[in-house]
């Protein structure tokens, strides 16, 4: 026979962890954090414009919250792997300034002077 304290549950401590908190804490705090790291490193290994670095940031989150969403909790691992997928990012696909890009007038005048 069970005594109305145990029924009740007084004195239990209940051994279960929510699972979403944990998955919570890995997106608003270990990917923000992993990502602000990478990009720092970045900026840190060469100078660029503020174009290409709110670029990069835009790559990185992406990237960063994909390997979140497989898995990945780790924020070294978070941050090396954004690293690594930027540096393939720039080597195939150079991430270019707005400043680099040239301008309408620049294009026209380029294309007639070809004629």
């Given amino acids: 026979m069970k005594s109305a304290a145990a029924e009740a549950g007084v004195g239990r401590i209940a051994n279960k962890r929510p699972v979403q908190p944990i998955a919570n804490s890995v997106e608003q705090v270990v990917a923000p954090a992993a990502i602000e790291r990478a990009l720092f490193i970045y900026q840190q290994l060469q100078e660029r414009a503020q174009s290409v670095v709110l670029q990069a940031r835009k790559i990185l989150t992406q990237h960063i919250y994909g390997m979140v ?7 070294q691992r978070l941050t090396v792997g954004g690293l690594a997928h930027l540096k393939g990012v720039e080597r195939d696909h150079a991430i270019k300034s707005a400043q680099d890009a040239p301008s309408n007038a620049r294009r026209s005048r380029r294309v007639s002077d070809a004629i």
């Fill in 69 to 75: 969403d497989r898995g990945e909790r780790d924020e």
